[in-house]
């Protein structure tokens, strides 16, 4: 199996800026096979449906949900087996639980989730 964790989330003034951080392991047993899957950062406001936020393929190409472009930024270190997404800039509106994805093939796997709150 593959495990997922997030975390780096927590409470921040509007403007401010949070990294978070998922690490894989489990069946994600080396940086070789990390870097055969793609990840992705969603997220869930209360209320409302669970959304992509961001996502990175196995060769970095990267995308983002409009209503974050030019604001966060997602990464991956294969070597460390981790994905992140840096969070500039944000707003109240950008308040949810964050989940990571890992997705190979028809496989997918996702973390538990880590609280990001932004205070106005």
């Known amino acids: 199996q593959v495990q997922l964790v997030e975390s780096g989330g927590g409470l921040v003034q509007a403007g401010g800026s949070l990294r978070l951080s998922c690490a894989a392991s489990?069946?994600?047993?080396?940086?070789?096979?990390?870097?055969?899957?793609?990840m992705g950062w969603y997220r869930q406001a209360p209320g409302k449906q669970r959304e992509l936020v961001a996502a990175?393929?196995?060769?970095?190409?990267?995308n983002y949900v409009d209503s974050v472009k030019g604001r966060f930024s997602i990464s991956r270190d294969n070597a460390k087996k981790t994905v992140y997404l840096q969070m500039n800039s944000l707003k109240p509106e950008d308040t949810a639980v964050y989940y990571c994805?890992?997705?190979?093939?028809?496989?997918?796997?996702w973390g538990q989730g880590t609280q990001v709150t932004v205070s106005s």
């Open positions: 990175i393929t196995d060769s970095s190409s990267t």
């Open positions: 489990g069946s994600i047993s080396s940086r070789s096979i990390f870097s055969l899957y793609a």
């Open positions: 994805k890992a997705s190979v093939s028809r496989y997918e796997y």
